[in-house]
């Protein structure tokens, strides 16, 4: 995988003028396009001159924090406006939310509720604001709760709830509306790794039902696993964008770093050692986590489950950790003559 | 930012089944007002507001807990004095200035410090619509409260000192008028004062001190020469009270404005700053960073 050379399932145009000949040459209103897109934060750059079309399938935005992920996630979906270019959502313009929400659900970072609220209440009530019957809504809020598993849950109260409950919270409201493009900043946040695999293989349905999910993340694994596409993202350029094979080889070159918080990791350490594929492992500072490097995360997260059913560990989270995912963008942007 | 491709009438698969625009945004300003109008008497804000409304009611009621000073109130129609500077001093100019300012400042404010405006602003709903039906939930928590403040403060104030005298002021003199004529001047207050805060928490990201300088401009405009005195919601609203209380010998003396244009006037100029609001906040973005 090279800067803007890679295999594309879009091949990238490198001018405006070219790119706008490429896209009216195709069905706009069957794609999310940018159009030479910049934004900036007063003088601050968040993301500069991106063109991008986006076809059904699982898009994963990749970059470390910082790259502009969200940025253009937030530029998708209306919540920021460009400062230069323009952007369709299958024909629609974001600046027009009572159009494009009808068809574009977003799963947002910002981890924050309306007090007081229960799962199954906050998705009725933004479904009533959608337009939706009662009826409908109750019926839209019970589809997409059982879709990611928090039916048992529903009806508690949203601040009780884990980390992970309140991702598939949001992610509920998100698709409750049977959106076409599904728009998820940073998804498997959180998430344990049975809820991880299940919520992927959630994706990969929607996806194959032709959906559009565009999913940032900066964890490389996850995007090869469940990617179609990527487009990688380096201080708000697109550095590359084009099928995931090229980015499997260069993930199977870096082991992973993840952080597992938890009681007795010193269990947890010396039991993973036994897995061949762990590159390192080392004791939180605070004694309550333990960081391990592997080069097969997968194989890891069925090992820890084995573990914590074993040991009766318990585990507070299991994150990947960003410097390792550095490393590989390092290595990606600067290699071949890269853009770093 | 507009599209060139815009294709905006396309139909989603997954939309809802919108029917006409007024009936689909009929809809949707209810299901705001749902929630908004929970939040505006049940959240932990909520108490506040409580507080700003409830206070004149508590201090008069404790009143009632000693005799009535007889000797330095012997005439009956001093009352309405009393209950003017009472009314034009404490609840108009302070409880409600202050009440729909912490009503109609957060509608937008407190949800951006929350970090939850991203999910209206997700929603298919026009954001003129989610503005309006924000702004009806905070008029109706703040009329509901500052009506019941104004009334309630009458009432105690005359039935506690005079109960005989004020049975028959209110059920057969001009008292039932003024009563009435009171909450409709805290309505037209709740009205005009909710605009004007709804604008500020929209513009300005600590609201705080746009909203002390507005009162104290409206604080001087006893101060203020007859034509500034019109740049104010207080002038439109003290031309309509019952009854006139002196504002004292520094006051620029100017002739009250007619109720046939006061009214007008002051639901003209809320239309014109929720007209300015909605052009605003189809501009409004959301990054929550730095709030």
Redesign the interface.
Known sequence: MTPNTISSTTEPASTPAEFRTAVASQAFDKMIVFEDVSKFYGEVLGVNRVNLQIVPGITSLVGPNGSGKTTLMNLMTGLLKPTSGRISVLGTSPSHPETVFQKLGYCSQFDSFPHGATARGFIEFYLRVHGFTTQESTELTHQALERVSMLEAADSKISGFSKGMRQRVRLAQSIAHNPSVLVLDEPLNGLDPMARAEIIRLFRQLADAGMYLIISSHILHEVDMMSDSVVLLHNGYIVAEGEVHGVRDEIDEHPIQILIRCDRPQILAARLFEHEHTVEARIHDDRQGLFVKTRRPDDLYLLLNKVITEHALRVESVAPVDDDLNAVYQYLITSDGGQG | ???????????????????SSWS?WM??TL??M??EIK?NFL??RAFLLYLIAGSPLVLLSMLALFPPPTDDMENFSQLGMVYAGIYGGLILRTLIFFGCAWVFMNLFRGEVV???L??????????EVLLIGKYLSGLIATIVLFSLTTAGSMLILYFWLYPTESRGFFFQGAGGGQLFTYVGVTILACIGYGAVFLIVGLFFRNPIIPGLLLYGWEWINFLLPPLLKKVSVIHYLQSLVPVHMSEGPFAVLAEPTPAWISVPSLLLFTGVVLFLASLHI??V????AGD
């Open positions: 930012m507009e599209s060139t491709f815009e294709n905006d009438e396309q139909p989603a698969a997954g939309s809802a089944n919108r029917g689909l809809r949707q299901a705001i749902g929630l939040k959240s932990r929350d970090r939850s991203h999910y209206y602003f997700l929603a298919p709903v026009r954001r189809r501009r973005e959301i990054s929550y």
